[in-house]
């Protein structure tokens, strides 16, 4: 089981659901907590993306990143919080911005954001909940009902 953010974090470190940037202190906890000794004795984080692994210095190119993507309305907590490497952020970002870009306008817009979520829901991610429920609205005609 991996170790997360605790509730003193949260405390200590509060971020408004809003705001675009997780807390800098719950990269660097998330980092001490997941980091693991290698052979050579160093502790090293392994992004959960391209599993290449980074020691204390490199600190700087791991990132705080929304799960659910900030710019699909994805909020800034401790549930959407992961720290992936800076490859993999920008890969990510590039992606996500073209797909945004070409589905917006298209009407495809929701099919895409209801496909990701019954993903996420499928994998027993926690984040499908009501709320998101209310974001995308009615099932697209031909889905499964829930559940
Ligand atoms: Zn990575």
Known sequence: MQEDI???ECLLFPVDPLARAFPHEWKVSLFRRRAKRDADGVFRYECPICKHKFDHLSLEYLHGDHIWPYSLCGETTRENFRVICGSCNSAKSNYIDSVIRSA?????????VFDFLKTLENAGNPLMDHRLEDFIGARPE????GQ
Not at 104 to 112: A, E, I, P, T
Not at 142 to 145: D, M, N, T, Y
Request: proline content about 6%; cysteine-free.
């Open 142 to 145: 031909g889905s499964p009902k």
């Open 6 to 8: 605790s509730d003193v």
């Open 104 to 112: 917006l306008g298209s009407g495809d817009f929701r099919r895409m």
